[in-house]
């Protein structure tokens, strides 16, 4: 696709050009440049914004921007330049990757680490200080950032990015087009201990970890390799930051996790499922497809169908908080006295 | 100001500068030397200790301390050597400074791997190992650790200290006086992602993120960078470890987030708030200035005014919990026959 | 002990050699080679497998493995091969140590950078791009991965493994046998700010960070070091991933923290007690020797016998949870309804 790449990294599109790109159909200048996206109130005339939902019709007569990416029924309620696309959420995400300023990943650096047992494919790009042990083995296209660890016999698939310091232990095999965020640690040992009379013994944690394709791993989140068989992350999971993934945890395709989840030892997660901020699971549980956990939700028993869950309290006042969480502890008695009165009354 | 540094790192000071530099009253031996400072109960003869609650006045006549930091009314209570202040948790903090004895981070080491086109002030530290990419920018003064990454147009202001092993992505910006603790990750992606047929369409992050002066950010924190538009954090925050701040979420001047908190995207926090350990914010909503918000609490709506806010159910033996918490699940229908009880009585 | 090891880091040991090594009584064939261990429906004929669990008997008639480590109970159930030891748990962790692909680190990789003044007993390994700054001191058989900065004056005792890209700020002590995963950070200022007229005023952390012996210490933990005084963790704690341990926390001998637990300042955990996930603990109290507490529960007050401690509320379907959340904040009024309805009957 033919675009214009600016000193700073920034480029640039016609409308036109970003139609075909996101799929839509644009009624408006085919020929005006952007150069980014924005939001609808925010947005220059060189820059489209992106109305998803209806309610914001509104911001469609007081944006400047060059033209909106709208669903048809939001087009029909304006005579303004507009992008018509089915789902303008989805093109967005499209029209998105082409402002990407991320910079490209190219070359060896002189002062990256590469074992000489290590097999790195063509087109491969290693950062400064990158470290790759024995025997691991990097695809084509792989993007290792500055200061990245990949252990020994880890193989990671094609066009996989590593950014900067990440860590993969021995044994961990990651797919094709996955993303590995900085600070992520994959293979680290599962917490896994047996009590000898008053102490732990370390059970060796002699699985690895298993990433599909298209998977993305937050920063400084955490998978645990297997104790006995591997930590498995199927084909387009996505996971946020800072999350715990235990040992021998099993998440299906194109589940989501947002940012600090815990998933305990052996829990398995169905796929399409979605876990919000900071929810868990205890271990040796298991989702099924297409369940959504609400925030800080822990899940605490398997659930065999696809449904929304929740628990926690709201948030209140604190002095009136006080009070309902000392009745929270009192919760048992309040009911038998309900039953007693109940009865008294000859219900 | 004088002092003497030994081969360890500690330093010592007579009581008559300490009390120049905490800005206190010193009523006893100005010439004392004093090395550090400890808790009353522990304090030698060459150490100070200080008393900020008036319910420990007792400590003031068993403490060997040299002097003890304390606040007018306390020291009209002893006849001992005191150093009296406004403050004594803020003298404290003063003097803390003193017998800092964090090394001092100087010269470029010969390791460190700095972009040609990268700009570095007078007077940068760079630590083994660090990586300073392409345009980046490092103000006077600024301090990298061994193996801390900056990525491409990213800008530290003067002063700043980016402890080991940070990374930075690109065109991340820190101000003036910033603290940025080890394996912290500032501009990873934020978790942007549109459903497209059952799978995760990604969304490009092409905003930055942007830290005022004197921002303090702890170890193992992440903070994204904004989808569109940057995550800013403004002058004075403090963050504690492992926290995960989204992408596009705006943090105001001087408020403070303790350890583990969790702030999804786009939610705005005002000036001078608090957020105990654990707590959290769900996405797109606003926080005003001053509000103080508790332990693990999940904040769930925009609250307009300042004031302190709490969820949760109190700790409880574990047995007599189980009991409350299966009664939790049946709240609606208890309340419902209390309604029931209430008609039947004629109420 | 004999072994075999092929190309790929795998291990071969007769069963013979395995019943002395996990201190068990053989019943089958002791020449018999095996390879690994597995769950006993998914062992291969030169696997071991175990049952911990008596319920889980019929396991034993259709497991394929050479043996199965049992205790005498089961073992009196079967006439198959069969390993039989006082504890099998115990057993198979340790013979999972015999199979632990975890490659052994040796030598000091040529671009680690140690400073003159670090000592370093014999026997250490030191990975690529390590640094071991001034005064460090490493004792004899120490590991230290790739990118792993140990800083100023820190000690690290013998045989202890420091995986890669792990943290040591300054003056961090650890002892013998430890094992600090990736992305650990020890030693980060812990959170101390004195409150200055509406900004916050740091209060330079002083201490340092104690290890005891044979402390697990997870990826991407975090460990502060102390204000006053230092951070103690006793000998033979086991902390997992993603936890927060504040400055001045102590936490007793063999106590256990699983993933994303939270403790705050000056907290005091006693030995052998145990902390499920993403539990955690305000700052200031006391938790005995021998405390249970569960997941995600808030330890809010000293608690000063051995018990088991429990907080939250159990997940329901969503639509069902927020009937009862907003029941949760009626709570009060509901009690005060109770007793009014009792007061009119008389009670």
Chains 1, 2, 3 share one sequence.
Not at 131 to 140: H, P, Q, S, Y
Request: overall charge neutral.
């Amino acid at each position: 696709m033919s675009e214009i790449q600016s000193t700073d990294g920034s480029r640039t599109y016609t409308l036109a050009q970003l139609a075909i790109y996101v799929g839509g159909q644009l009624r408006g200048p085919g020929d005006a440049v952007v150069r980014g996206i924005a939001a609808p109130a925010l947005a220059r005339p060189d820059q489209v914004c992106f109305i998803a939902d209806k309610r914001h019709v509104a911001a469609l007569e007081i944006t400047e921007a060059a033209a909106a990416i709208v669903d048809e029924q939001l087009a029909a309620k304006t005579d303004r330049s507009v992008l018509i696309c089915a789902s303008p959420y989805l093109a967005y995400a499209r029209a998105s990757q082409l402002f990407d300023r991320t910079p490209v990943a190219s070359g060896i650096h002189p002062t990256a680490v590469v074992h000489p047992e290590a097999r790195i494919a063509e087109g491969v790009s290693l950062g400064a200080n990158s470290v790759i042990e024995k025997d691991a083995v990097l695809g084509a296209g792989v993007a290792v950032g500055a200061g990245t660890v990949v252990g020994q016999r880890s193989r990671v698939g094609e066009n996989s990015r590593l950014y900067a310091n990440v860590t993969l232990y021995h044994d961990v095999t990651i797919g094709a087009d996955c993303t590995i965020h900085s600070g992520a640690v994959l293979g680290a040992d599962g917490f896994g201990f047996a009590p000898d009379q008053g102490r732990w013994e370390r059970i060796a944690q002699n699985g690895g970890v298993v990433l599909g394709d298209a998977v993305s791993v937050g920063a400084n989140t955490t998978i645990d390799r297997g104790a006995i068989g591997d930590t498995v992350i199927e084909d387009g999971v996505i996971i946020d930051n800072l999350c715990q993934i235990a040992h021998n945890v099993r998440i299906g395709r194109h589940s989501a996790l947002a940012g600090t989840c815990g998933i305990a030892g052996s829990a398995i997660i169905g796929a399409h499922c979605t876990l919000a901020g900071g929810a868990g699971m205890v271990g040796h549980i298991e989702l099924a497809d297409g369940c959504h956990i609400g925030a800080r939700t822990v899940v605490t028993k398997s659930i065999s169908k696809k449904g929304s869950w929740s628990a926690g309290t709201p948030m209140m006042p604190s002095r009136e908080w006080r009070r309902a969480a000392v009745r929270f502890t009192q919760l048992d008695s309040l009911a038998q006295r309900i039953a007693e009165l109940e009865k008294k009354l000859g219900k």
